[in-house]
């Protein structure tokens, strides 16, 4: 009977999600369903239905998980976003890297980090990117190909760089400290611009070296770009460095960010009441999926769901190195259809128990740098899914704004490799743990640390 | 692929009838109230977290209250704009297969989920919410007030959205609207 209910359930939802209805509505609404057939099950009361509510009250005003940080970070994206400064950091780093081939990609990439606060959150962000990347590529000589696949990459970049939305949820799952979150983080993702640089560079062939401004586009601006860095890595370092909550450094950066955009006599009503409403929607957006979350997890809960799941799972019979591969396999696929926000706060959850009997801490060092390490590997597959054609959401945000002649096959073409670097990478990272454990082992004394 | 987006354009009737302008006067007073709920928790959330940092230096003695204000702002601003942010077809959405449905199709799928989901669940936790806010007494801080407040109200707010698009879409089905709401539509009032 509970495999049947857990079947039930995970079927309810799918049929529900696939409908195209909104998900965070489809997530309570099986939820609900659940909790009746848990009722009918007599494995709870129909007056227990209140302590759904609560237990979501409760979740939503814990102080403890800071998620008023949430709604503060998009803020500071939705600021950033409007003051312009993508298209001047694209424009003073493709400057800067005069002589460099490939360097208005390389250029792309970079930008994609700056907006990290909320990539994948404001998907306007990507559509910023690509706004400003696309001419200067085609126009240097770059292939759709490139340009598209640079475009995308960039997109799906900034969503595990600190200060990424994304890092807080990954952080509040696996119950890391978000310091450590951001630093294992570090390492990686600068590898993989590494990787993806040495990739342009290699194939690019179009002369875009020689300097030369067009036409219309920007003059670098130095100080725009420093105090539009300084704000996003104040957010980290002040974290890290243990003077500032999540939440204060995010209003910080907002302050900081309002700052540049007054300095750039681009502040206006229009643009704060832009940011402010968008800010609102996003987040109820954000919110709304972490009520769906709570109230399905509790009755999939209620029906003993994660443990037919982890029956299943363990029944197979699998060695640790393949549980990991087939959770993370499980993570990739689910990348192409859903967002983080319901990767982490739905289904991670229901595989919570498999992923807490794996035991990696001889092939890492601890128990806590080995949680450091599967997190960084889910936030990588993740970052690796949204990037892969045919479902990728980065490649649609590319090709929303993209000029005529970039199709989405020249996209997707173009995306191909990136994906094989960034699995070059995720197999680098499992084999070689220190590439995610040294940053923070060395900057937080891990070993310190416990779960 | 998910679908963040709120498409431009406006929404334009062949012939108004009075439900669609009842709606459309209800669609206005959440987008007013919406504004208002906006403004008065996204800029305080922000101002209170760098008074947390200056209450360090200056010591003012707000530190202890601001996490919890700025908690219960953040409940308001999620339970209060649920709806607004459906109006604006800001929530997300799974269109692998949705978006080559026809218009048709994608009315009725949103009509049975307002129905059969988004009502029922506007009702549960309109329910609770009042039963919630019943239960705050007179000592209890105001923006534990505040948040009570919108666990009742935001519901409401919520239901009423279902309810605007419910009305659009058997308007739309019958031919007497022009479009699936909210797929193609972006709040006129919206910014």
């Given at each position: 009977m509970?495999e049947?209910?857990t079947?039930?359930?995970?079927?309810?939802?799918?049929?529900?999600?696939?409908s195209?209805f909104?998900v965070?509505?489809v997530l309570t609404g099986?939820?609900?369903?659940?909790?009746?057939?848990?009722?009918?099950?007599?494995?709870?009361?129909?007056?227990?239905l209140g302590l759904f509510?609560l237990?979501?009250?409760?979740?939503?005003t814990?102080e403890?998980?800071?998620?008023t940080?949430v709604?503060?970070?998009?803020?500071?994206g939705?600021?950033?976003?409007g003051?312009?400064?993508?298209?001047t950091?694209?424009?003073?780093?493709?400057?800067?890297?005069?002589?460099?081939?490939g360097?208005?990609?390389?250029?792309?990439?970079?930008?994609?980090?700056i907006?990290a606060?909320?990539a994948?959150?404001?998907?306007?962000?990507?559509?910023?990117?690509a706004?400003?990347a696309?001419?200067?590529?085609?126009?240097?000589?770059?292939?759709?190909r490139?340009?598209?696949?640079?475009?995308?990459?960039?997109?799906?970049?900034?969503?595990?760089f600190?200060?990424?939305?994304?890092?807080?949820?990954?952080?509040?799952?696996?119950?890391?400290?978000?310091?450590?979150?951001?630093m294992?983080?570090?390492?990686?993702?600068?590898l993989?611009?590494?990787?993806?640089?040495?990739?342009?560079?290699?194939?690019?062939s179009?002369?875009d070296?020689?300097?030369s401004v067009?036409?219309?586009?920007e003059k670098p601006?130095?100080?725009?770009?420093?105090?539009a860095?300084?704000?996003?890595?104040?957010?980290?370092?002040s974290?890290?460095?243990g003077?500032?909550t999540?939440?204060?450094?995010a209003?910080?950066?907002v302050?900081?960010a309002?700052?540049l955009v007054?300095?750039?006599?681009?502040?206006?009503?229009t643009?704060?009441h832009n940011?402010v409403?968008?800010?609102?929607t996003?987040?109820?957006?954000?919110f709304?999926i972490?009520?769906?979350?709570?109230?399905?997890?509790?009755s999939?809960?209620?029906?003993?769901?994660?443990g037919?799941?982890?029956?299943w799972?363990?029944g197979f019979?699998l060695?640790?190195?393949?549980?990991?591969?087939?959770?993370?396999g499980?993570?990739?696929?689910?990348?192409?259809v859903?967002?983080?926000m319901?990767?982490?706060l739905?289904?991670?959850?229901?595989f919570?128990p498999?992923?807490q009997?794996?035991d990696?801490?001889?092939?890492?060092?601890?128990?806590?740098?080995?949680?450091v390490w599967?997190?960084?590997?889910?936030?990588?597959?993740?970052?690796?899914?949204?990037?892969?054609?045919?479902?990728g959401?980065?490649l649609?945000?590319?090709k929303?704004t993209?000029?005529?002649s970039?199709?989405?096959?020249?996209?997707?073409?173009?995306?191909?490799p990136?994906?094989?670097?960034?699995?070059?990478l995720l197999?680098?990272?499992?084999v070689f743990p220190a590439?995610?454990?040294?940053?923070p082992q060395?900057?937080?004394?891990?070993?310190?640390?416990?779960? | 692929?998910?679908n963040?987006k709120?498409?431009?354009?406006?929404?334009e009737?062949?012939?108004?009838?009075r439900?669609?302008?009842?709606?459309?006067?209800l669609e206005?007073v959440?987008?007013?109230i919406?504004?208002?709920?906006a403004?008065?928790?996204?800029?305080?959330?922000?101002?209170?977290?760098?008074?947390?940092?200056?209450?360090?230096?200056?010591k003012?003695?707000v530190s202890?209250?601001?996490?919890?204000?700025s908690?219960s702002?953040?409940?308001?601003?999620i339970f209060m704009?649920f709806?607004?942010?459906?109006?604006?077809?800001?929530?997300?959405r799974?269109d692998?297969?949705?978006?080559?449905?026809?218009?048709?199709?994608q009315?009725?799928?949103e009509?049975?989920?307002c129905?059969?989901?988004?009502?029922?669940?506007?009702?549960?936790?309109g329910f609770?919410g009042?039963?919630g806010?019943?239960r705050?007494?007179?000592?209890a801080d105001?923006?534990?007030?505040?948040?009570?407040?919108?666990?009742m109200f935001?519901p409401i707010?919520?239901g009423?959205?279902?309810?605007?698009?419910?009305?659009?879409?058997?308007?739309?089905l019958r031919?007497?609207?022009?479009l699936v709401?909210?797929?193609e539509?972006?709040g006129s009032?919206?910014?």
């Amino acid at each position: 009977m509970i495999e049947i209910v857990t079947v039930g359930m995970l079927l309810v939802m799918a049929g529900g999600v696939f409908s195209g209805f909104p998900v965070a509505l489809v997530l309570t609404g099986s939820g609900i369903l659940g909790f009746f057939a848990a009722v009918m099950m007599g494995l709870t009361d129909f007056q227990h239905l209140g302590l759904f509510y609560l237990r979501l009250r409760g979740t939503l005003t814990n102080e403890g998980i800071q998620f008023t940080s949430v709604p503060l970070l998009i803020l500071l994206g939705m600021v950033l976003n409007g003051s312009g400064i993508a298209s001047t950091i694209f424009h003073t780093l493709g400057h800067m890297l005069r002589g460099v081939r490939g360097r208005y990609a390389i250029a792309t990439l970079l930008v994609g980090l700056i907006l990290a606060p909320a990539a994948g959150v404001i998907g306007a962000s990507v559509i910023t990117v690509a706004l400003v990347a696309y001419h200067p590529m085609l126009n240097a000589g770059y292939s759709p190909r490139t340009a598209g696949g640079a475009v995308a990459a960039s997109g799906a970049l900034g969503v595990i760089f600190p200060p990424a939305i994304m890092l807080f949820f990954i952080a509040t799952f696996f119950r890391l400290r978000l310091s450590v979150v951001y630093m294992s983080m570090i390492v990686p993702v600068l590898l993989l611009v590494v990787m993806f640089s040495v990739y342009f560079i290699c194939t690019i062939s179009a002369k875009d070296s020689e300097g030369s401004v067009a036409e219309g586009t920007e003059k670098p601006q130095y100080f725009s770009m420093i105090i539009a860095l300084a704000v996003i890595a104040s957010i980290p370092w002040s974290i890290v460095s243990g003077i500032a909550t999540l939440s204060e450094a995010a209003g910080v950066g907002v302050f900081g960010a309002l700052f540049l955009v007054a300095v750039r006599g681009q502040l206006s009503l229009t643009m704060l009441h832009n940011a402010v409403m968008q800010t609102g929607t996003l987040t109820a957006m954000v919110f709304f999926i972490v009520v769906g979350a709570t109230v399905f997890s509790l009755s999939f809960h209620l029906v003993g769901g994660p443990g037919v799941l982890f029956d299943w799972i363990t029944g197979f019979d699998l060695n640790r190195w393949e549980t990991l591969g087939l959770l993370l396999g499980l993570v990739f696929i689910l990348g192409f259809v859903f967002d983080w926000m319901e990767i982490l706060l739905v289904f991670l959850p229901i595989f919570l128990p498999v992923f807490q009997q794996l035991d990696f801490v001889d092939h890492v060092g601890s128990a806590y740098a080995a949680t450091v390490w599967l997190g960084a590997l889910v936030a990588l597959t993740l970052q690796s899914s949204f990037l892969t054609p045919p479902f990728g959401y980065a490649l649609f945000f590319a090709k929303m704004t993209a000029p005529a002649s970039v199709s989405l096959a020249d996209i997707y073409r173009g995306a191909i490799p990136l994906v094989l670097l960034e699995i070059v990478l995720l197999v680098l990272v499992v084999v070689f743990p220190a590439l995610v454990i040294w940053l923070p082992q060395m900057s937080l004394n891990l070993a310190q640390l416990a779960l | 692929m998910k679908n963040h987006k709120n498409q431009a354009g406006r929404v334009e009737t062949r012939s108004v009838g009075r439900g669609i302008r009842a709606v459309g006067v209800l669609e206005r007073v959440i987008n007013s109230i919406s504004v208002i709920v906006a403004w008065a928790t996204v800029v305080p959330i922000a101002l209170f977290s760098i008074l947390q940092i200056l209450d360090r230096k200056l010591k003012l003695g707000v530190s202890s209250v601001l996490p919890d204000m700025s908690t219960s702002l953040l409940f308001v601003m999620i339970f209060m704009l649920f709806g607004f942010t459906y109006l604006r077809d800001g929530h997300v959405r799974v269109d692998v297969f949705h978006r080559h449905w026809s218009s048709r199709t994608q009315a009725k799928i949103e009509l049975i989920g307002c129905l059969l989901i988004l009502l029922p669940l506007s009702a549960v936790l309109g329910f609770y919410g009042w039963e919630g806010l019943m239960r705050t007494t007179k000592f209890a801080d105001a923006d534990v007030w505040l948040a009570r407040s919108a666990g009742m109200f935001g519901p409401i707010l919520l239901g009423l959205s279902g309810v605007v698009v419910i009305v659009r879409n058997i308007s739309f089905l019958r031919g007497t609207y022009d479009l699936v709401t909210p797929l193609e539509q972006t709040g006129s009032t919206a910014p």
